[in-house]
């Protein structure tokens, strides 16, 4: 899907205001609340809330407004935790890829005696984990027999496609967002995807295979692009507001 990033490709990306350009510094780490659910990420200002993020470039991440702020609740980081079976420790969370619109974790990356099998690095799903606390997380019992490599498990997620595939998909969406309502059915977005493919094909620039790969990416995941629509929407309107409400109190 288009909005699941890896951990390890937002730290150290450049964070701007994206209303003013303001620079926010570069992302040190992102945190998750009590429910494993990324929820803020850190810079050199300091924690801002995963819900002002408008956009996560390959180079940049953008907000809707310079909102910095302490966490509300308590937060921890999932990197290099404990993985457990019951009591036994069996790795450890080597990194983790996550929806930076919802928070929701859609794969970790486990190192330790549990991923010897697949060279030292295997993926496990959330429907895996027991619970997750301040100083592990518990898979559950079968949960090795379940496990995949890196290639394997993470197919299918735009984040481990190449840069090229990826920058297409983001230009693609972007001229999408004129054409698509959420309200639009598969077949019409199916018409609409390709429509775009074939502008871009027109002007000749770019590889033919990749801009294919970019379009059969946004055909399969149409529903999931459409509903980050209206969550883009959701989020503009509120930081909006937010906005609004900070400019009226100083009056």
């Known amino acids: 899907m288009e909005r699941i990033i890896r951990r390890s490709q937002v730290i150290g990306l450049m964070a701007l205001d994206g209303t003013t350009a303001t620079g926010l510094g570069r992302v040190e780490e992102i945190w998750v609340d009590p429910q494993g659910r990324v929820s803020y990420f850190t810079s050199s200002q300091g924690y801002t809330p995963l819900e002002q993020v408008s956009v996560i470039g390959p180079d940049a991440l953008l907000t809707y407004a310079h909102v910095v702020t302490a ?66 997380v518990v898979v559950k019992e079968d949960a090795p027999q379940r496990l995949k490599s890196e290639g394997e498990g993470l197919k299918g997620f735009l984040s481990e496609k190449s840069q090229q595939v990826r920058q297409l998909v983001q230009r693609m969406g972007e001229r999408l967002k004129s054409l698509v309502t959420p ?27 990749v801009l294919n790969e970019a379009a059969e990416f946004l055909q399969q995941s149409w529903e999931h692009w459409q509903q980050r629509l209206n969550r883009a929407t959701q989020r503009m309107q509120a930081a909006l507001s937010a906005a609004w409400q900070k400019l009226t109190e100083k009056d």
Not at 188 to 202: S, Y
């Open 71 to 136: 966490p509300g609740i308590p937060v921890s980081s999932l990197y290099k935790r404990v993985v457990r079976i019951g009591d036994q420790p069996v790795g450890w969370i080597e990194d983790f890829l996550f929806d930076w619109e919802t928070g929701d974790i859609a794969a970790y990356i486990l190192g330790g005696s549990i991923a010897e099998a697949w060279g030292g690095r295997a993926v496990l799903f959330p429907s895996d984990v027991e619970t997750i606390d301040l100083e592990a």
């Open 183 to 209: 309200q639009d059915p598969p077949e019409v977005v199916r018409v609409k995807i390709q429509q775009v493919r074939d502008e871009l094909a027109g002007a000749a620039r770019f590889d033919q295979n």
